[in-house]
């Protein structure tokens, strides 16, 4: 492949020079035209802008309680006043703040969990696909059993042992989560360890490690990528319905789930304690998923739209 923007051809029939798109403004193109990547991936860049920024969105301490100042409604109601935009909670903790500091919350339990449960997915699909036989047999059975087992039931029951902290919950889902890189990775890496570069290194006298990150790991990538973005949301719902339940993160630490799980007592009275939070979850994991579906479609060798 030439290290220049276009490949060049020269038509001796015809006289004329054909440009041939490269690879990556092919990829460009796609992502480009692309709807679901455009949107996911601007939701997901509007969170972690909130994230980030946090501190400067915030207006007020989010774990303050002022009970002179409760059950503030949002700005856009009658009584709603901009000192407290989205209005204020139980405890008089002001709305905008909390969920602003959340987004930070299940950005990093969702990228946590995601990190755990991809080192053991990886390992694990990696050695049941390369050497195959027993150690197939193994990873298969461990996968069977872990899919047998319900991720939000086994949670609920670890971390009532455990006790709900951030940690907790982390190590936990991260531990729950792995079976889609397993399964993904196993089926790829099966594939690919027949392919003529890797039996022309394994000829070669290359070690097993040096088989497994330098000739198959980059071609596993692909995969790794889109299968993380959409373990992200999955860790987020499970985190928030941990949280939901009063098993996950502890008060008064701003999870959207606790925020849920606080105000629906006050639905039918105040129904933007939970529709706040709720439409926030809902962005973020909608968000992901787009993007990771997007990123499968404009990645793909088959240019899927």
């Not at 220049?4 to 690879?23: A, H, K």
């Not at 679901?36 to 980030?52: D, K, N, P, R, T």
């Not at 397993?182 to 594939?191: D, E, F, N, S, Y």
Request: proline fraction near 6%.
């Amino acid at each position: 492949m030439p290290p220049v923007e276009t490949q060049q051809q020269f038509d001796s029939g015809l006289g004329l020079e054909v440009v041939f798109p490269t690879p990556g403004q092919i990829m460009r193109r796609r992502m480009l035209t692309h709807k679901g990547f455009i949107i996911g991936g601007l939701m997901v860049l509007a969170v972690f802008i909130v994230a980030i920024f946090a501190p400067y969105i915030a207006q007020h301490d989010p774990y303050h309680q002022d009970l002179s100042n409760r059950m503030i409604t949002p700005v856009w109601s009658e009584t709603g006043s901009w000192e407290h935009p989205l209005g204020t909670d139980a405890m008089g903790r002001d709305y905008l703040s909390r969920l602003a500091y959340g987004a930070r919350i299940s950005l990093f339990i969702g990228f946590s969990c995601m990190a755990i449960a991809a080192v053991i997915g990886i390992s694990l699909g990696l050695i049941a696909g390369y050497f195959g036989g027993m150690a197939d047999m193994i990873v298969s059975f461990i996968i069977t059993v872990r899919l047998a087992l319900p991720a939000v039931l086994v949670a609920i029951a670890v971390v009532a042992l455990m006790g709900g902290s951030i940690q907790v919950v982390v190590m936990v889902l991260g531990c729950l989560i792995w079976d889609r890189f397993a399964v993904i990775l196993r089926a790829t890496t099966q594939q690919i360890r027949a392919m003529d570069y890797v039996q022309a290194a394994k000829a070669a006298g290359c070690s097993i490690p040096w088989l497994m990150i330098r000739e198959i790991m980059p071609n596993l990538l692909n995969s790794i990528v889109i299968v993380a973005t959409l373990e992200i949301g999955r860790a987020i719902l499970l985190e928030a319905a941990l949280s939901f339940l009063g098993m996950g993160v502890q008060p008064p630490t701003p999870s959207w789930g606790l925020m849920i799980s606080e105000g629906k007592d006050m639905m039918l009275f105040d129904p933007y304690l939970v529709t706040i939070p709720g439409v926030a979850l809902f962005f973020l994991v909608l968000g992901m998923n787009l993007f990771g579906d997007g990123l499968r479609d404009v990645t793909s060798p088959e240019g899927r739209s």
